[in-house]
């Protein structure tokens, strides 16, 4: 029966998207004191968890399947993809955007499809990554969202630009540092124990608002790692 535990918690990841889009649709309405659109930060949050053990647990059971593989692309696409973009065109219309910032949300999810289809038939992104993997790009936009509900005086046309520069980014031919640690040596972590430092200080800061500065860190410490690469080779 081990075999079908990843595949579950896989599918646990796919139910908390679902549940996500659903609170997406009543960003503003309370439940039980609460606004939707942060039970979808929460479902969003559930489904990354889920994400990140299934793999795990296949790792410990020695359970690879390809049918595992293309569950995760799947239910990847839609907590990670359909999700936020439903999440913003939603906030976005509740603010009084124009319909075409609105439905400019959909390019999320369409970039997710393409960076996962390449996923998943690159080989080469064992250590890194090329583009923003999508639960990333999932994180940006609930910090983006989170602006946008709160009230923090977010210029929708700026949001919009931010739309397009997290689809753009996760289609990019830039290389990506991976965030798995294959050993805890400091010299071959640097960067990743600098974004652990600086998740903390954003998420203490800014709350659900730093995601979107620490995504917006990553990237730019990811391209200037690469550049970097670049220029020594």
Known sequence: MKKYIPNTITLLNLLSGCMAIYCAFRPLQYFGGTPGYMYAFYFILLAAAADFCDGLCARLLGTYSDLGKQLDSLSDLVSFGVAPAMLLMNLFEAGGAPRWICMLCLAIPVAGALRLGRFNIDNSQATIFRGLPIPAAALFCIGLAAMTAEGRGVNLYAAAGC??????????????????????????????????????????????QGLFYLVAYYAVSAFAADLARTFRA
């Open 163 to 208: 739309v397009i520069a997290i689809s753009l980014l996760m289609v990019a031919p830039v290389n990506m540092y991976s965030l798995k640690f294959k050993s805890l040596a400091p010299k071959d972590n640097i960067l990743r124990y600098l974004l652990v430092v600086i998740a903390v200080v954003c998420i203490s800061v800014w709350h659900w």
